[in-house]
């Protein structure tokens, strides 16, 4: 079965580097995901990467892809306020169902 | 502009009143799902659709009944509404093939008493 594991908090000063991790069980990932939900909104995709790379840099955004660990992170460099939102990691597995799976979310807040 | 949209955004009722929550979405997509999310719990899946016409269960599909009949509509069907399916309530879709990922809507705030 799938199963995706996310810590629930991080806090960080702005301006720090934010790291949030999340495991997953299944290693027939095709695509990994991660979403943001700012306050009252829906779920906004950020980055994807597929499971053949190991790292996505975009802007401030990189993605780490450890496949041997299942371990997939999102890094958010010089964090900002506006970053304060709750980050979703999500498996899809190949085969051709597209049932994505997602971990709880991590409620990062940005303090000044 | 590519979206999903939900309706209402907030809505309150009471036991046992059936209610639809709708959502449509203009870009074509194969998929559509239904998503709760609770505090503490993240989001959960209740029922998805992988085309017109085929609907299957999530992982906490009692007490909602959904339909397909078109592509770009996947209504939310709470027949007769209970104070635990008070929630947040998402709708979203992808195209089946590709890297996509979801594209959700604003959310459906959804109180029973």
């Known amino acids: 079965g799938e199963d995706v594991e996310q810590s629930l908090f991080l806090s960080v000063r702005e301006g720090d580097s934010s790291v949030i991790n999340c495991t997953y069980t299944d290693s027939s990932s095709t695509y990994l995901y991660w979403y943001k939900q700012e306050p009252g909104a829906g779920l906004q995709l950020l980055t994807y990467i597929f499971s053949n790379m190991d790292m996505k840099q975009d802007q401030r955004l990189t993605v780490l892809l450890n496949k041997k660990d299942k371990h997939l992170s999102l890094r958010i460099a010089d964090t900002q306020t506006g970053d304060s939102a709750i980050y979703f990691c999500?498996?899809?597995?190949?085969?051709?169902?597209?049932?994505?799976?997602f971990g709880r979310g991590t409620s990062l807040i940005v303090h000044p | 502009e590519a979206q999903v949209t939900q309706n209402p955004r907030y809505l309150i009722t009471v036991t046992g009143k059936k209610l639809t929550v709708t959502c449509s979405q203009n870009m074509n997509h194969e998929y559509m799902s239904w998503y709760r999310q609770d505090p503490g719990l993240g989001l959960r899946q209740i029922y998805y659709s992988m085309n017109v016409e085929v609907t299957d269960k999530g992982d906490v599909p009692e007490g909602y009944k959904v339909s397909r009949k078109e592509k770009r509509n996947f209504p939310l069907i709470l027949e007769s509404p209970s104070p635990n399916q008070t929630s947040l309530y998402f709708c979203a879709s992808s195209p089946i093939e590709g890297s996509y990922g979801y594209t959700f809507g604003s959310g459906t705030r959804l109180t029973v008493v």
């Open positions: 999500a498996e899809r597995l190949s085969g051709g169902s597209y049932i994505p799976t």
